[in-house]
């Protein structure tokens, strides 16, 4: 599974679209100009807009993205336990399963 960052990172990369570039970085210091470990800096709070004209979502809307990707992986590490099930017992695959299984 991917970690949090990776889908804070994942769900940011949803908005803004500039030809696949990130729009967006991370703060390296607080408003106080204090350094920000590494390991704290990808947060929401720490979010600086890196390309002209793109906007940061709101925080609401980036938890409902990372949820809905969340909710993705679930979806298909279920069709992938279900399809292999079924492939043991002879049962029928659903398209999301043989979509998981086969990658069609």
Known sequence: MKTETNYL???LQTYNEINGV???????EDDNG???????RMTYENIKVIKSGATIPSEADVNAKIQELKDADT????AK????AKLKS????????????FGE
């Open 81 to 84: 336990i279900s399809g292999k």
């Open 75 to 78: 979806a298909k590490a279920n």
């Open 90 to 101: 002879g049962d029928a695959l659903t398209d999301a399963e043989v979509s998981v299984l």
């Open 34 to 40: 204090n350094k920000i470990p590494n390991d704290q």
């Open 22 to 28: 990130n729009w967006y970085g991370w703060k390296k």
């Open 9 to 11: 990172q994942n769900a």
